[in-house]
């Protein structure tokens, strides 16, 4: 799955559905392209891991662009915690 450029409140809604589709699969979400990004969605991306943990099935974000990298840092969470979240 590749994420939008902007995560933002506009972009919420349509993201947790996007998500909300492929629950119960293995994903790997790209974040390469995003360029700007608010609370709001880094807060569903953050959900998302968590749902997937629950089901016990993979989640990887690869290609962490600078600007969430950046959201992450400001809400305290290692970019690097997104590597595989469940087996």
């Not at 979400?29 to 969605?41: F, Y």
């Not at 690869?62 to 950046?70: L, T």
Request: proline share 2%.
């Amino acid at each position: 799955m590749h994420l939008p450029a902007v995560l933002d409140l506009q972009s919420a809604a349509a993201l947790q559905q996007q998500f909300l589709a492929v629950r119960g699969q293995e994903l790997r979400v790209d974040a390469g392209n995003v360029e700007r990004v608010g609370g709001l969605g880094l807060q569903i991306l953050l959900a998302a891991q968590a749902a997937w943990q629950a089901d016990n099935q993979k989640f990887s974000v690869e290609k962490i662009s600078r600007e969430v990298a950046a959201g992450l840092k400001l809400l305290g969470v290692p970019a690097g915690s997104f590597s595989d979240g469940g087996g």
